[in-house]
């Protein structure tokens, strides 16, 4: 079973920085996407970046410019950084990654527990 493990949530002030990490573990097993989600009370869970195997990034729009996500592929982690963020940034984001299972090859999705990431006037 994979497992994926955030860190890096935290509280900042408008217009600040912070650095999400995600680590996948487990045994017998390759990642295609990689990606970061978030939700705030009462919406619905919201991409805002992912990074495939092969490089290709997408992003939301509302991130664009400030977010840039990152992989290593050899350590199994995703990386958030963010920047000049917002109060509408603020929400619980959570780490996404499609799995390729060995050795029959199925692919499965997995999700981290999330981290709060709280930004303030």
């Known amino acids: 079973q994979v497992q994926l493990v955030e860190s890096g949530g935290g509280l900042v002030q408008a217009g600040g920085s912070l650095r999400l990490s995600c680590a996948a573990s487990?045994?017998?097993?390759?990642?295609?996407?990689m990606g970061w989600y978030r939700q705030t009370p009462g919406k619905q869970r919201e991409l805002v970046a992912a990074?495939?195997?092969?490089?290709?990034?997408n992003y939301v729009d509302s991130v664009k410019g400030r977010f840039t996500i990152s992989r290593d592929n050899a350590k199994n982690t995703v990386y958030l950084q963010m920047n000049s963020l917002k109060l509408e940034d603020t929400a619980v984001y959570y780490c996404?990654?499609?799995?390729?299972?060995?050795?029959?090859?199925?692919?499965?999705?997995?999700w981290g527990r999330g981290t709060q990431v709280t930004v303030s006037s």
């Open positions: 996404h990654a499609k799995i390729i299972r060995r050795p029959l090859l199925d692919i499965v999705e997995a």
């Open positions: 487990g045994s017998a097993f390759s990642i295609n996407d």
């Open positions: 990074k495939t195997s092969g490089g290709s990034t």
